[in-house]
């Protein structure tokens, strides 16, 4: 199942080149690269960037996360997502991730929108911070008020794609046009055909959706 006018369009999060090219092998449509997934994912090395978007040829999506744990972020972290926002950039990145909440659980619109201005020309997704805030609905308005900021990526504010399946389609109609919705949660090769069967979105995410590429990197190296 791959991204096709008929197929919805895979995206495989990956933490290095090797499980890279073997979501690309496995017929992954995107790639979300990204660094440390035990800490949730943070933004790679500069030098593991440029050698993604070189060496991966499906359109590779780069995470930019200074650190693991919540989304509310001092200056020299800002700071520090600023600068990999520019070198991604200067290298020719085409999409990054990235989310920003403020104290009171809700999307932090001054900064999320000073760096997805900053990314442009970039495409800019709001990573799964929207399923930790106070009032999904209400954040994805926000959202879609600001300027560069393409798609949302969730898990319905729920454990698993499925589990949040009733917030997601709500989105996804709700925000037709505006947002691009990603689903997202515990979405693998193994399931993917009943996910979507009930949630008939157009793009899904997950680091095991089109097989278990740590496993096989494992398996490679072995």
Known sequence: MTGSSNSPILEACVETIQQGLLAENNHADRIEFCYRLDH???????????????????PVKILIRPRGGDFIYSDSEVDKMKSDIRYCKSIGVEE????????????????????????????????????????????????????????????????????????????SKEFSGLLNIIAAGSITNQNIKEIH??????????????????YEEYKKSH
């Open 197 to 214: 069967s009930e949630l008939n979105m157009k793009e899904y995410h997950g680091k095991k959706i089109v097989g278990d590429l740590i």
């Open 40 to 58: 949730g994912g943070v933004t790679p090395g500069h030098d593991l960037i440029r050698t993604a978007i070189n060496t991966i040829k499906v």
């Open 96 to 171: 990054i991730v990235l989310g920003a909440l403020n104290k009171k659980g809700e999307v932090d619109y001054k900064l999320t929108q000073m760096l997805a201005k900053l990314a442009i020309p970039m495409k800019v997704t709001f990573h799964k911070a929207i399923d930790v805030v106070n009032n999904f609905m209400s954040s994805l308005k926000t959202l879609s008020t600001m300027e560069n900021i393409d798609s949302v990526l969730t898990s319905g504010t729920k454990e698993n794609a499925l589990a949040g399946k009733e917030y997601i389609k709500l989105a």
